[in-house]
């Protein structure tokens, strides 16, 4: 199974700020990545497919980059409604295994 | 616009069977889309469980597939879990979704999940 590994697991930031998150996977997936943003209580919001496509409707301020085993998710300027827990997942291979998690708080 | 709905018991007593369904509104489960299930137990991360189409056999995380089935009721719109021999280790938020793309294994659309404790 391909084992996703996101660093770090929790980041403190302020508003204004540029984050950027790490996702590993254990073998090449080619571009077969998205990203999610989850707020507490709310379902998963998916952020990017295929490493780097922006989902219709959200922000700018979110980019995706990588292939292969090593990719990120950036924040260009933080808004408060930013932070939030985001996930990596890998859609290459069964079992579509997600990453731990990046929770995202205010510094 | 497609919008998704998780039931089921909120309490199930170890060792028993969980049942859920997903009512899905706005898109009917004949079109060209495959739904899943994923769940998320409290303060953790998500798992991937199985996803369906209408018209095929499910596909499971080899993890769960000796406990898990998934079936689906076009007539009512509506798809199905289940998950034998329940531990504690199966509380969880359990979620249904759509899967964005035919072939793309990550979700679009999510219903806002229900939670299960196992516990007697």
């Known amino acids: 199974a391909v084992r996703m590994t996101q660093s770090p697991s929790s980041l403190s930031a302020s508003t204004g700020d540029r984050v950027t998150i790490t996702c590993r996977a254990s073998q090449d997936i080619g571009y077969y990545l998205v990203w999610y943003q989850q707020k507490p209580g709310q379902a998963p919001k998916l952020l990017i497919s295929?490493?780097?496509s922006l989902q219709s409707g959200v922000p700018s301020r979110f980019s995706g980059s990588g292939s292969g085993t090593a990719f990120t998710l950036t924040i260009s300027s933080l808004q408060s409604e930013d932070f939030a827990t985001y996930y990596c997942q890998q859609y290459y291979a069964s079992p579509y295994n997600f990453g731990q998690g990046t929770k995202l708080e205010i510094k | 616009q497609v919008q998704l709905q998780e039931s089921g018991p909120g309490l199930v007593n170890p060792s028993e069977t969980l049942s859920l369904t997903c009512t899905v509104s706005g898109y009917s489960l004949t079109n060209n889309y495959y739904w899943g299930w994923i769940r998320q137990p409290p303060g953790k991360g998500l798992e991937w469980i199985g996803n369906?189409?209408?018209?095929?056999?499910?596909y499971y995380n080899p993890s769960l597939k000796s406990r898990v089935t998934i079936s689906i009721d076009t007539a009512k719109n509506k798809f199905s879990l289940n998950l034998t021999s329940l531990t504690a280790a199966d509380t969880a938020l359990y979620y249904c979704a759509r899967v964005a793309r035919l072939g793309m294994n990550y979700f679009d659309f999510w219903g806002q999940g229900t939670l299960v404790a196992v516990s007697s």
């Open positions: 295929s490493a780097s």
């Open positions: 369906i189409f209408h018209s095929q056999s499910p």
